[in-house]
Structure formats: structure tokens, C-alpha cells
């Protein structure tokens, strides 16, 4: 699995709803779960973001499917980011020549 870092801001739409956004979230693990992405985590943030969430996607095809999807509803912007684990960053400099 592929891992991915999300930066997400609140459009006009979602902030003027936020009282839902746990509902949001809950609903957007069950609607990824058949594309065979799972949102690892969720942090609340202060400053340019308003949360962050780690992704974990087979793919980038699906990585960006996924999110595209939860972006068209209209109540987040989102920055993503591939991510490699500390385990894979170190696997990677093992093999570099």
C-alpha cells in the first residue's frame, strides 16, 4: 500500500457545516473502504490547514480517484502529498549505489 499525506482546507460550503464534518469523515472511510483506501489517520490542525489526514491507496490512480471524489462534494480543498514511511525511506538509501 502506497501512503499518502492530505492538507485539506474548509471551503465556504464546509465550514458553514461544520457541525458535520465528523459525520463527513465517518462517511468518507466508508465510501473509500471498496476502492481499497483507508484513511490511517486525522489531525486537526491550526494555521494554513485547517486538517490533515494519512491515506493509504493501493495506487496513485486510485489515491487520486479516491480524492477527487471527496473534493467534487464541495467541502474541502485538498493539497496531497506520496508519502514513504521511515521502513521505505531506509530501503531506499540501502539500495541507492
Known amino acids: 500500500m502506497a501512503t499518502y499525506i492530505t492538507l485539506a482546507k474548509y471551503t465556504a460550503q464546509g465550514i458553514a457545516s461544520i457541525k458535520d464534518s465528523p459525520d463527513r469523515l465517518d462517511a468518507a472511510r466508508e465510501q473509500l473502504a471498496p476502492l481499497g483506501v483507508t484513511i490511517k489517520d486525522f489531525y486537526l490542525t491550526l494555521g494554513e490547514y485547517d486538517f490533515m489526514v494519512i491515506v493509504e491507496?493501493?495506487?496513485?490512480?486510485?489515491?487520486a480517484m479516491a480524492?477527487?471524489?471527496?473534493?467534487?462534494?464541495?467541502n474541502v480543498s485538498t493539497t496531497t502529498m506520496a508519502a514513504l514511511t521511515e521502513h521505505e525511506f531506509r530501503n531506499l538509501i540501502a539500495e541507492m549505489p
Open 57 to 63: 491507496a493501493p495506487d496513485n490512480k486510485t489515491a
Open 67 to 74: 480524492l477527487i471524489g471527496l473534493g467534487a462534494q464541495g
